[in-house]
């Protein structure tokens, strides 16, 4: 049975920082491409960030110098650090695995003075 479970949502204010994370099982975590979405209240859910494996990484245009993914493969957790978030950032965050139906119940974050 797969789960995944995100953390470390909550409010931050803007220019603040904030991390996620997701831990995973059920998974040969290593094997697998981990991603974050998020969505927004009125909005469909998007694309915010992918790890690869290996180091590679890839970003929306929105968040790209702003957020950064890494992964503990040893921990099956994904992370997403939010550095200098924006109002538009607020979300429900969702970490999948990428090319399943597998995704994790999402941790809301506010940003807001």
């Known amino acids: 049975q797969v789960q995944l479970v995100e953390s470390g949502g909550g409010l931050v204010q803007p220019g603040g920082s904030l991390r996620l994370s997701c831990a995973a099982s059920g998974i040969i975590f290593s094997f697998n491409q981990m991603e974050w979405y998020r969505q927004a209240p009125g909005k469909q859910r998007e694309f915010v960030a992918i790890?690869?494996?290996?180091?590679?990484?890839a970003y929306a245009d929105s968040v790209k110098g702003r957020f950064t993914i890494s992964r503990d493969n040893a921990k099956s957790t994904v992370y997403l650090q939010m550095n200098s978030p924006k109002p538009e950032d607020t979300a429900v965050y969702y970490c999948?695995?990428?090319?399943?139906?597998?995704w994790g119940q999402g941790t809301q974050v506010t940003v807001s003075s």
């Open positions: 999948h695995v990428r090319g399943s139906d597998y």
């Open positions: 790890s690869y494996g290996g180091g590679s990484t």
